[in-house]
């Protein structure tokens, strides 16, 4: 009764669909981004965005070296606690305005000083800036900083109009001005996000679309029937399990990037007193236990259908700074079951706390089907995010689902994890040592050195396994087979620069 | 009647304050700290020391409360912490958005509920009667979100006629904005058109066993006559309550359907609101929806004088 007087609207809006406009690059979002500003901007999904709006001192390639961006050239001083840059001339921001030295100054500075800004950590032994002349730059700090450069190279770097800025105070995120290839229309939340290409942008040959639009979808399935009937060019996190059937079918064109994140098991070991209740978070050999009675290439498979890296440390396995002195350990319940003796514990039980995500419940279901095996007892919680971040942080926890969305410098996955009262610590863990060597290996900017000192970290830690690392998810992108130019960069964001649409 | 009106709208202004009350509290109850889920992934304290100053935390829940009263009686529903919009102006983008496909869904569900509803009752037992039933079943067992999903699967993505989502303001282009409503619409519109049909069903069945409809079949009025003018009347007063609570809904946010169409309505709103713990958008919202909810079913209060003349006396 109801399906033909459908196919007649259907049919009357036959001629309704809209014509793909050639120069328009289109692209499906798993989120809507928050506020674009990228002194307060807080989420993975809005550095998506900022890649085609604003440009940053540095960037990274694909094998996450520091390469120029805004900044042409840049050197240490001796110390190591200056920095000085060359800036590229003949930038200019989206509303006209010059981008020089005093841009840097005045960027920088509000990075540090605007109420409720994300980047203070990350530029936190920022001292002062100088500017040397209109296109040198000179960053003092208070302490050698080797990540410095890789958070140039994010957020922290991105630089906007400090005349805009100045202007619109507080609301600067509503409607942004930046320098970079695209400038902003407009916002409507949780519908688009639209930009046209900037004509004074420094590198405007590589840009070849007269125009980018970001629509979030939410729903894995729902965003890929949009790129596949032409509604998008490009998707973000296409769902694991569509990608073996999207490759045998050849019709779209697939990337798969190994995250610089990573998906792990936060163990209580002295975030509270709970962690003294049970045996994981008492005994390291219980916990030593706990990890061998996992089988990561499996949990890959079956969690994550074998788009994941597995891995057991906060880096990737291929990333130059991984301790390989500290391999990756195979699963061996014999084992597992004799430390388990030793230890004096029978058949330990503790909750496992997972958010409500489908990956994170589904990864905690095949943990505890592992671990029976050595004799654990696994209870699992499903809390939703809110609710579960706050028990992570007050130690309400035993042992919690916890993945992080990573960051170029290793220090950015290990400092704030496992340096003492660090606001990501949740595991409790917290050594003498182990501080000094994060401290250390901050200041060193050989990274020859720094890896030596993040194996020294890496085998501290991983014997206490505050953390269990599991693997590192593939970024799964889908597009268009026209699309010409997609670079595969580890951190997972879309550049748009040099992207070209074939006819 | 107009004392009767008087009264109505008296008892409106109780109700929204302690509807305002419970929105407020309500919100306080969701466990987990907003100023912690605000401030993303580096958790930095001084971010989340901010937020909790800005959102006023630490104040007593009374006080909050007056904060947010005092805001929302000058027409300030406060700022959406996560994108800086004001929530009066997200609310003013969604609204058109979610008055459109509650209408047209609500015309779908009318276009087919009543009439399938009608031919049931009148061919009681007959073949019609039971498509007519068979079809209520489907629609009310269907779920919303499988049915969008199967839709965009068939029209979008193998026939390719519609647009699989893109809202499309009608100002801007009319037709593509129906082409994206349509499915949305539709879905939408299916279920209700289910209730509908089962509720007219069984009134008009009521009404069709009574005893003036039998005088007025003994008169010799023609069938059409007895059904449409001097049943159907009668029979449609549950069904107009029925209507202004299902738009209540629809205006409410059609929460699943928004987000497997991507309609940038209430319901995709509200939804990411609360996930974000965006406080002033969620409150602002559920204000708008409650005030929309009473005030539709006072206009369908009024409806019952205009369907059933008794009542005006």
């Given at each position: 009764m109801k399906k033909p007087s459908l196919a007649v609207l259907a049919a009357l809006l036959l001629a309704a669909a809209p014509l793909a406009q050639a120069q328009t690059l289109k692209i499906g979002l798993a989120e809507d981004p928050?506020?674009l500003?990228?002194?307060?901007?807080?989420?993975?999904?809005?550095?998506?965005v900022?890649?085609a709006l604003?440009?940053?001192?540095?960037?990274?390639?694909?094998?996450?070296?520091?390469?120029?961006?805004?900044?042409?050239?840049?050197?240490?001083?001796?110390?190591?606690?200056?920095?000085?840059?060359?800036?590229?001339?003949?930038?200019?921001?989206?509303?006209?305005?010059?981008?020089?030295?005093?841009?840097?100054?005045?960027?920088?500075?509000?990075?540090?000083?605007?109420?409720?800004?994300?980047?203070?950590?990350?530029?936190?032994?920022?001292?002062?800036?100088?500017?040397?002349?209109?296109?040198?730059?000179?960053?003092?700090?208070?302490?050698?900083?080797?990540?410095?450069?890789?958070?140039?190279?994010?957020?922290?770097?991105?630089?906007?109009?400090?005349?805009?800025?100045?202007?619109?105070?507080?609301?600067?995120?509503s409607k942004?001005?930046?320098?970079?290839?695209f400038k902003f229309v407009e916002r409507v939340a949780q519908d688009r996000i639209v930009f046209e290409r900037?004509?004074?942008?420094?590198?405007?040959?590589?840009?070849?679309f007269d125009k980018v639009t970001y629509t979030p979808i939410p729903d894995a399935t729902v965003r890929l029937a949009n790129l596949k009937s032409g509604q998008f060019d490009f998707i973000?996190?296409?769902?694991?399990?569509?990608?073996?059937?999207?490759?045998?079918?050849?019709?779209?064109?697939?990337?798969?990037?190994?995250?610089?994140?990573?998906?792990?098991?936060?163990?209580?070991?002295?975030?509270?007193?709970?962690?003294?209740?049970?045996?994981?978070?008492?005994?390291?050999?219980?916990?030593?236990?706990?990890?061998?009675?996992?089988?990561?290439?499996?949990?890959?498979?079956?969690?994550?259908?074998?788009?994941?890296?597995?891995?057991?440390?906060?880096?990737?396995?291929?990333?130059?700074?991984?301790?390989?002195?500290?391999?990756?350990?195979?699963?061996?319940?014999?084992?597992?079951?004799?430390?388990?003796?030793?230890?004096?514990?029978?058949?330990?039980?503790?909750?496992?706390?997972?958010?409500?995500?489908?990956?994170?419940?589904?990864?905690?279901?095949?943990?505890?089907?592992?671990?029976?095996?050595?004799?654990?007892?696994?209870?699992?919680?499903?809390?939703?995010?809110?609710?579960?971040?706050?028990?992570?942080?007050?130690?309400?926890?035993?042992?919690?689902?916890?993945?992080?969305?990573?960051?170029?410098?290793?220090?950015?996955?290990?400092?704030?994890?496992?340096?003492?009262?660090?606001?990501?610590?949740?595991?409790?863990?917290?050594?003498?040592?182990?501080?000094?060597?994060?401290?250390?290996?901050?200041?060193?900017?050989?990274?020859?050195?720094?890896?030596?000192?993040?194996?020294?970290?890496?085998?501290?830690?991983?014997?206490?396994?505050?953390?269990?690392?599991?693997?590192?998810?593939?970024?799964?992108?889908?597009y268009s087979?026209k699309l010409?130019?997609?670079?595969?960069?580890?951190?997972?964001?879309?550049?748009v620069?040099?992207?070209?649409m074939?006819p | 009647?107009?004392?009767?009106?008087?009264?109505?709208?008296?008892?409106?202004?109780?109700?929204?304050?302690?509807?305002?009350?419970?929105?407020?509290?309500?919100?306080?109850?969701?466990?987990?700290?907003?100023?912690?889920?605000?401030?993303?992934?580096?958790?930095?304290?001084?971010?989340?020391?901010?937020?909790?100053?800005?959102?006023?935390?630490?104040?007593?829940?009374?006080?909050?409360?007056?904060?947010?009263?005092?805001?929302?009686?000058?027409g300030?529903l406060?700022?959406s912490?996560?994108n800086?919009q004001p929530v009066r102006d997200l609310i003013l983008q969604k609204l058109p958005v979610t008055i459109q496909l509650a209408t047209m869904a609500m015309c779908i569900a009318l276009l087919i509920g009543i009439p399938a509803g009608?031919?049931?009752?009148?061919?009681?037992?007959?073949?019609?009667?039971?498509?007519?039933?068979?079809f209520?079943?489907w629609g009310?067992?269907t779920p919303n979100f499988w049915l969008g999903i199967l839709m965009i699967l068939l029209f979008s993505v193998h026939l390719g006629w519609l647009p699989a989502s893109g809202y499309v303001s009608p100002f801007e282009d009319l037709r593509a904005n129906l082409a994206a409503m349509i499915m949305p619409a539709f879905v939408l519109g299916n279920a209700i058109a289910a209730v509908l049909m089962?509720?007219?069903?069984?009134?008009?069945?009521?009404?069709?066993?009574?005893?003036?409809?039998?005088?007025?079949?003994?008169?010799?009025?023609?069938?059409?006559?007895?059904?449409?003018?001097?049943?159907?009347?009668?029979?449609?007063?549950?069904v107009i309550?029925l209507g202004a609570l299902e738009l209540g809904t629809l205006l409410s946010g059609a929460v699943l359907t928004e987000q497997v169409f991507t309609i940038p309505g209430f319901g995709k709103l509200i939804v990411d609101s609360?996930?974000?713990?965006?406080?002033?958008v969620?409150?602002g919202v559920v204000l708008v929806t409650a005030t929309a909810y009473?005030t539709l079913?006072?206009l369908a209060?009024l409806a019952?004088?205009l369907?059933?003349?008794?009542?005006?006396?």
């Amino acid at each position: 009764m109801k399906k033909p007087s459908l196919a007649v609207l259907a049919a009357l809006l036959l001629a309704a669909a809209p014509l793909a406009q050639a120069q328009t690059l289109k692209i499906g979002l798993a989120e809507d981004p928050d506020v674009l500003d990228p002194s307060l901007a807080r989420t993975f999904v809005g550095r998506i965005v900022f890649a085609a709006l604003c440009d940053k001192l540095l960037d990274v390639d694909e094998k996450l070296t520091i390469v120029p961006q805004l900044a042409q050239s840049w050197e240490w001083s001796a110390d190591s606690k200056a920095l000085t840059m060359k800036l590229r001339p003949g930038v200019t921001f989206h509303d006209g305005e010059k981008f020089d030295a005093a841009a840097v100054k005045f960027n920088l500075e509000r990075h540090k000083t605007l109420q409720g800004s994300n980047r203070r950590g990350e530029l936190a032994p920022l001292a002062t800036v100088d500017v040397v002349d209109p296109l040198t730059v000179r960053l003092n700090l208070s302490a050698p900083f080797s990540p410095l450069l890789a958070a140039l190279a994010d957020r922290a770097g991105m630089m906007v109009s400090p005349k805009a800025a100045q202007a619109a105070g507080a609301t600067f995120g509503s409607k942004p001005v930046c320098s970079g290839p695209f400038k902003f229309v407009e916002r409507v939340a949780q519908d688009r996000i639209v930009f046209e290409r900037y004509d004074g942008y420094w590198n405007k040959a590589a840009i070849h679309f007269d125009k980018v639009t970001y629509t979030p979808i939410p729903d894995a399935t729902v965003r890929l029937a949009n790129l596949k009937s032409g509604q998008f060019d490009f998707i973000e996190r296409v769902a694991s399990s569509d990608i073996e059937k999207l490759q045998a079918e050849k019709k779209l064109k697939v990337a798969r990037i190994t995250e610089i994140g990573y998906q792990g098991l936060t163990i209580n070991i002295g975030k509270s007193e709970l962690s003294q209740q049970n045996p994981l978070g008492r005994d390291a050999r219980v916990r030593e236990a706990f990890e061998l009675s996992l089988d990561r290439q499996g949990l890959a498979q079956v969690v994550m259908d074998n788009q994941a890296t597995v891995g057991n440390q906060w880096v990737a396995p291929n990333n130059p700074f991984y301790a390989k002195n500290m391999p990756v350990p195979k699963r061996d319940v014999a084992k597992a079951r004799a430390l388990l003796r030793e230890a004096g514990v029978s058949n330990p039980s503790f909750t496992l706390v997972t958010t409500t995500s489908s990956d994170a419940q589904r990864l905690a279901l095949v943990v505890q089907a592992m671990a029976r095996d050595a004799g654990f007892d696994v209870k699992i919680q499903a809390t939703e995010f809110a609710t579960s971040l706050n028990m992570a942080d007050k130690g309400e926890f035993e042992a919690y689902v916890l993945a992080w969305s990573g960051r170029a410098d290793p220090d950015g996955n290990v400092f704030s994890f496992h340096g003492c009262k660090q606001p990501l610590n949740y595991s409790g863990y917290c050594s003498a040592d182990t501080d000094a060597l994060l401290t250390q290996a901050r200041t060193q900017r050989d990274p020859a050195e720094r890896r030596k000192t993040y194996e020294q970290v890496a085998a501290q830690v991983l014997k206490e396994r505050p953390v269990i690392y599991l693997y590192h998810r593939n970024w799964l992108w889908a597009y268009s087979p026209k699309l010409a130019g997609v670079r595969e960069i580890p951190d997972g964001l879309l550049r748009v620069s040099g992207l070209k649409m074939a006819p | 009647m107009f004392e009767y009106l008087l009264k109505r709208i008296a008892t409106i202004v109780p109700t929204l304050i302690f509807v305002s009350m419970l929105i407020f509290g309500l919100q306080q109850l969701l466990p987990g700290d907003p100023a912690k889920v605000l401030a993303g992934e580096e958790q930095d304290p001084t971010v989340i020391a901010y937020l909790r100053a800005k959102l006023h935390l630490d104040e007593p829940l009374p006080v909050r409360y007056a904060y947010w009263v005092g805001g929302v009686l000058k027409g300030d529903l406060g700022e959406s912490i996560r994108n800086q919009q004001p929530v009066r102006d997200l609310i003013l983008q969604k609204l058109p958005v979610t008055i459109q496909l509650a209408t047209m869904a609500m015309c779908i569900a009318l276009l087919i509920g009543i009439p399938a509803g009608i031919v049931a009752a009148v061919g009681r037992g007959t073949v019609w009667d039971t498509l007519a039933n068979m079809f209520a079943l489907w629609g009310l067992s269907t779920p919303n979100f499988w049915l969008g999903i199967l839709m965009i699967l068939l029209f979008s993505v193998h026939l390719g006629w519609l647009p699989a989502s893109g809202y499309v303001s009608p100002f801007e282009d009319l037709r593509a904005n129906l082409a994206a409503m349509i499915m949305p619409a539709f879905v939408l519109g299916n279920a209700i058109a289910a209730v509908l049909m089962r509720h007219t069903r069984s009134a008009m069945l009521q009404v069709l066993s009574a005893d003036y409809v039998r005088t007025a079949r003994a008169k010799g009025l023609r069938e059409r006559s007895v059904v449409l003018k001097h049943s159907l009347r009668n029979a449609l007063t549950p069904v107009i309550t029925l209507g202004a609570l299902e738009l209540g809904t629809l205006l409410s946010g059609a929460v699943l359907t928004e987000q497997v169409f991507t309609i940038p309505g209430f319901g995709k709103l509200i939804v990411d609101s609360v996930f974000n713990r965006d406080y002033s958008v969620v409150q602002g919202v559920v204000l708008v929806t409650a005030t929309a909810y009473i005030t539709l079913n006072l206009l369908a209060d009024l409806a019952y004088f205009l369907a059933n003349p008794r009542l005006r006396r």
